[in-house]
Each structure stands twice: as C-alpha cells, then as structure tokens.
C-alpha cells in the first residue's frame, strides 16, 4: 500500500523568512496530492493541491511542486506571518479510493 | 451554515462504556468518512462510505461500527470502549474521489 513520509516534523522560522515541506510517496498509481492546515483545535482545511499531470501550482504565497519521478511534493511558504503558525499535512490519493496524510510538519513563525 | 457538522463536540467516558459520534453535511457529497486524529496528530482514515455504502474499512476492531442511514449521515458506534480509544473523530465529506476533503469539527473522545 501507499507509503506517506513528510518531513520536517517541525519548524520554526522567523517572520518573513520562507518555509519549506517536504512528502515522499510510494506508489506511483497516485495521482493527487493535496495539502492541508490545521490550526490549534480546529479542523483540518485544504490549502492547495496539485494533480499528476502539472509540476508547479501557485496561491499567492504558497505554492506546491511536484517531481512524479522522485515521488516526491513539496509545500513553499513565501513571506511567512505570524498565522502561518499551524500543523500542515500533506496527502496523497493512492489511485483508487483513500487520501493517505503524512504525519504533519508543525510551523511555529516568530515575530 | 455548517458544512459538515459532528455531535458531540466532547465525550469523557469510562472505559467499558458505549458511546456514539453523529455527523452530517449538507454540500450534496456523496462520500463520507471516519477519521482519527491521535495525541500526536496523526490523522488515518478508519471508514469511507459512498452513497451509503462502506467501501473503506482500515482494519478498525470491530468495536467500532459506522452506518450511513442516507447519504448525507455517517454516524460511529463505538462499543466497549478502551483508553486507546481517546483521541479527535474527525467526520469528512467529498464531492468525488481525489478531490477536496471538507472536514467536520472534530469529537474529542477521552476515555478514563
């Protein structure tokens, strides 16, 4: 089965600076990779996702790319804020019918 | 309005006792699923549903029991709870596979 590994597990940043996470996935039958936010006891919400057939997607100050012969996708935070700070997950549709999370990356941003 | 709405927020119980976790979404998704977050946030999948029936079962002990009454309720029973079972339940809906998961509030299940 599909195999997740995100790295960091955390970090920490100063304001402004930019910030970058990093997934690895197994099985290359997958072929969405969304990444989720999670503030402190709130619910899990998507920021941006990419899908196998483009390598780089853009939202304003963050971005996604993805290297479908590494197996590997990373998240870019440009110009980090204060409310950045958060748990981000990264994800991976295994091909057929489940969205596999990676452990999560905690990001604190210091003023 | 709520997208996706789970009931209740919080749930302190005894080990041994039966508890259950309601959910609903009202975005016209056909597939629903059963998440759990843990103390250290890892976030699996235990059940998905589409159109009422299971198609996902993550090897989850067969305390755990969904039921979709109609495709937009996916509720959990939990019996004979143990405290390996404190964690965060977390509902989730979509409109079609591979696409984006909205997310319920969250049950905070603590057993003691």
């Known amino acids: 089965g599909e195999n997740v590994e995100q790295h960091p597990s955390t970090l920490s940043v100063q304001e402004g600076d930019s910030a970058v996470i990093k997934c690895t996935y197994s099985?290359?039958?997958?072929?969405?990779f969304p990444w989720y936010k999670q503030e402190l006891g709130k619910r899990p919400q998507l920021i941006i996702d990419?899908?196998?057939?483009?390598g780089e997607k853009k939202d304003q100050r963050i971005a996604v790319t993805l290297n479908k012969t590494a197996k590997h996708f990373s998240l870019h935070i440009t110009e980090t804020q204060p409310e950045d700070s958060a748990v981000y997950f990264c994800?991976?549709?295994?091909?057929?019918?489940?969205?596999?999370f990676g452990a999560g990356t905690r990001l604190a941003v210091h003023p | 309005d709520t997208a996706v709405s789970q009931t209740p927020k919080y749930l302190v119980t005894q080990m041994g006792n039966d508890k259950s976790i309601k959910c609903e979404q009202n975005l016209g998704h056909d597939t629903m699923y059963w998440y759990k977050q843990d103390s250290k946030k890892f976030l699996k999948i235990m059940f998905s549903?589409?159109?009422?029936?299971?198609?996902i079962n993550e090897t989850v002990p067969n305390r755990f029991s969904p039921k979709s009454p109609d495709k937009a309720h996916l509720n959990l029973h939990i019996n004979s709870l143990e405290l390996g079972d404190s964690a965060v339940y977390f509902c989730?809906?979509?409109?079609?596979?591979?696409?984006?998961?909205?997310f319920g509030e969250g049950s905070r299940l603590t057993v003691l």
């Open positions: 994800a991976v549709w295994d091909g057929y019918n489940k969205l596999i």
């Open positions: 099985d290359s039958a997958s072929n969405y």
């Open positions: 990419i899908r196998s057939n483009v």
């Open positions: 549903y589409n159109n009422k029936e299971l198609i």
């Open positions: 989730a809906s979509s409109q079609r596979s591979a696409g984006e998961l909205f």
